[in-house]
Each structure stands twice: as structure tokens, then as C-alpha cells.
């Protein structure tokens, strides 16, 4: 499984690197596209439907990763402010992630063994990822799953945030946004400790002065991990995020 994940993240990387210089929105001139995001299958007849229940309805993005291949992501369509859905998704086990304005919801699953990260496997975790990339000033590392020993891997809910000012490409400087990113980060146990192998981008968000700053609380919801998609849409009904 290991080398199947590096060298799928490796290679949506690069697309993603050749893709964005193609087209470069928002304040801070971040390349982005809308490739970034796996192209659905006109011919599949999978898909998925939820409809969610919180105190407050402002879902505003929703995305769906086949288990263990964070190298696909799809992003759904959302509506109502409570419903999202996906069409032509090829037949697997999907993961959701859900963005709201106050907070975000996922239930991927991170390892298809048990976990069995010790609490040095974490702080080692930990640290390798905030030596990562210095753009992001602040990190939270939400949950971690894996296995321990020699030929460890883990996986690893990540947010990263960058609240210092920002330089544009004209070097101006904006001190009135923050960048959100929200991720999957695999790690690998290299020798006496980890190292950070890749990392997949789910969403980047550019956070205005009107809009909430700092991290997005997280929730872990397992309603929404390990939904089997055939070939007709699967319709969660509705999932109630106060409860797990």
C-alpha cells in the first residue's frame, strides 16, 4: 500500500503543479484550477447523496476521497446550505470531508490495519510536520492513524494556516486575509524517526476581514467514512453531525 500512495500523491502533485499556472485566482495570486480536482466518469452511475443536520446550515463545500487513494478527490455540488452529492464516481469506498463556515467534518479512514502509533510515533510525527513548509505558520495536526516499527507509515488529518501578512506577486503586502489549507499528509518512519513523504490539498481557502479567522474546529464523524458506491447513487439520508 505504501509505495501505491506515495506514487499516486507524487503524481496528482505534479498534475496539480502543471495545471495551476493555467489559471490564478484570488488576493493573494495562489495558482489554482478547478483540475485540481479529479474529473468525474460520465459513464459511472455511482454517486452519493447527504443531507446533514446541524444547529446552523452553511455547508459550503463538500468532498468525496476513495479509501487509501487521497490522489482522487471529487468535489460534490452543494445545496440548500445541508445537502451535498456526487455523480459519476467510479465504484470504491469513499470518505467525505465537509466545510462549513464554523467548522469542517470528515471520516476518512487512515489505516486499514489497526492503529498502533506509539506517543513517540506522534511527537515525532508532530515535529516533522511543523518542519515542513514555513509558509504555513500555524499547524494542527487533528488526528493521526498508523502503523509503528521499521516500515511505518502513517496518515494524518492536517490544517495549515498562514496569519503573518502576505507578499503578492507585486509586492505589495496584505496584512487583512489569512490562508486555510485543509489536507491529507502522509508520513513514512525513516531510520530513528518520521519524515513527512507527501502531502494532498483538499481545499485552500483566503480568509477575509467579513469571514471567521483562525483554524476551523474539527469533527470526526465515522457516518461519513466507508460508504460503498456501486454503480447507482448512495443516499445517506440524513446524517445528524451532533452525534457520532
Known sequence: MKTRIILGLLLAA???????????????????????????????????????????????????IPEFEPKFVYKGSVSGGDTASFT???????DLLLVFEDSFYEGFRLTRDEDKLTPADKTSISAAINKGTQFFNLKQLHRMEGTSGADGQAMVVLQE??????????????????IR??????????????ALTQTREIIRQEVANNERKGPLPHHYNSALGAIRVTDSVKNLGLVDLTKN
Open 14 to 64: 505534479t498534475v496539480a503543479t502543471v495545471c495551476a499556472a493555467e489559471k490564478k485566482t484570488g488576493h493573494t495570486g495562489t495558482e489554482q484550477s478547478s483540475r485540481l480536482y479529479t474529473s468525474t466518469d460520465a459513464g459511472a452511475g455511482g454517486g452519493i447523496e447527504v443531507k446533514v443536520n446541524r444547529s446552523v446550515k452553511n455547508l459550503q463545500a463538500a468532498f468525496a
Open 88 to 94: 459519476g464516481l467510479p465504484t470504491a469506498k469513499y
Open 181 to 194: 489549507s485543509l489536507k491529507l499528509a502522509v508520513m513514512d518512519q525513516v531510520g530513528p524517526g518520521w
Open 161 to 178: 494556516m498562514r496569519t503573518k501578512p502576505v507578499t503578492l506577486q507585486d509586492a505589495s503586502v496584505r496584512s487583512d486575509i489569512q
